[in-house]
């Protein structure tokens, strides 16, 4: 098996909770909304840390996500993948960012259907100042997470078709998917990235 990085997904908890989680050595962690999450980028400033962006972003906030966040995980359009390619190159980054896949077609959750994302890559694989590393999801929440196991390893497929279709500009090495209710079977299935909260902060 190869390496999982753990993100804690810290958007319950503040700042005492942040310096316990990293200074116990996890330093990725994940917040879902900008505005709370630059309160936190901006006080904690005591270890290095990789700040993940894993909630909706709205093209508004595009400029504060780019300059704050190291990994954007729920890019969910192609408007919105123009936006942050745009921002990035006014930052004169590049941007590392991941495509958020609905693949269980839950209505309430975002993302790309599987088939949106195929017609769409080529387009994205344009964007000179975003590098797209990988694919993300939410599974939909089960009591038992056996339940969502078809759902991630659907998206180690898609992650597999899309490789062999070789699309310029796309390459995909992350497959972000997994919570504290289902990240074992998620990593069963390929996950590189498992988003964990409740778990680790117990609330
Ligand atoms: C809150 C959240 C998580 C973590 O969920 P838990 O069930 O608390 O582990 C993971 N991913 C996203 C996108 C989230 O919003």
């Known amino acids: ?38 309160d936190k980028i901006c006080s904690f400033t005591s270890s290095p840390v990789t700040w993940h ?20 995980h729920s890019v969910d359009s192609l408007k919105l993948a123009k936006a942050i390619d745009a921002e990035a190159e006014k930052q004169h980054k590049k941007m590392t960012v991941l495509l958020q896949v609905n693949i269980s077609g839950e209505i309430t959750k975002h993302g790309f259907t599987p088939e949106g994302l195929m017609q769409t890559l080529p387009d994205l694989g344009r964007l000179k100042n975003i590098e797209i590393k990988g694919l993300m999801t939410m599974a939909p929440h089960y009591d038992d997470p056996e339940t969502a196991r078809p759902v991630f390893r659907g998206m180690r497929e898609l992650t597999m078709t899309i490789t062999r279709d070789m699309v310029p500009g796309i390459s995909l090495q992350y497959l972000s998917m997994g919570m504290s209710n289902d990240f074992e079977v998620a990593i069963e299935e390929g996950a590189t990235h498992i988003r964990v909260g409740s778990a680790l902060f117990n609330d």
């Open 1 to 38: 098996m190869s390496e999982i990085t753990l993100i804690a997904v810290t958007k319950t908890v503040g700042l005492a909770e942040i310096e316990k989680i990293s200074s116990l050595g996890i330093l990725d962690l994940g917040e879902n909304r900008i505005q709370p999450a630059l």
């Open 53 to 72: 962006l894993i909630g909706h972003l709205q093209t508004n906030k595009v400029r504060q996500a780019v300059q704050y966040f190291q990994l954007i």
